[in-house]
């Protein structure tokens, strides 16, 4: 499964609101400038995260973005399904044969259960380097 771009930038943007969660809403700009992206392509991710229901706007001078939940209760998989869509090794599994589709479910399987277990928080954390380095297998 390749991420692309699109979920790169938002799981981006998710790990910047969750370090900050608490702290009121945080303007794109800034999550553009300190992370060197286009703030443009970032205005796009973050209209599939707000109709989600992951993210919400408040409007004003001092608006921005911000978390409705806890970065504890939003995974990794919430924001990679939000912009990419299903999580899949492979288009048409079900066509495939035993042998090739038992490899390609036990793939997509251990993928989902890697971004269905971490935590927004988790990667925040990770990204101020407050968390022991966690080792992931798939």
């Known amino acids: 499964m390749k991420i692309s771009t699109k979920g790169r930038y938002g799981l981006t943007i998710m790990i910047e609101l969750g370090k900050q969660y608490g702290e009121g809403p ?4 800034k999550i553009a400038a ?4 286009s703030e443009a392509y970032l ?4 209209g599939p995260l707000r109709n989600s229901g992951l993210v919400k706007s408040v409007r004003g001078a001092y608006g921005g973005y911000m978390l409705t939940r806890h970065p504890k209760e939003i ?3 919430d924001v990679i399904r939000v912009l990419e869509g299903p999580i899949q090794p492979v288009e048409g599994i079900e066509d495939e044969k035993q042998p090739q589709r ?4 036990r793939i997509r399987d251990a ?3 890697v971004l269905d277990t971490t935590t927004i928080e988790d990667l925040a954390k990770a990204n101020n380097g407050e968390t022991e380095n ?3 297998y798939i």
Not at 26 to 29: A, F, G, H, M, Q
């Open 26 to 29: 945080i303007p794109l700009r």
């Open 34 to 37: 300190e992370n060197d992206l």
């Open 43 to 46: 205005e796009q991710l973050v």
């Open 75 to 77: 995974s990794a998989g």
């Open 102 to 105: 038992e490899l390609w479910v």
């Open 111 to 113: 993928v989902k259960n």
């Open 134 to 136: 966690y080792m992931y």
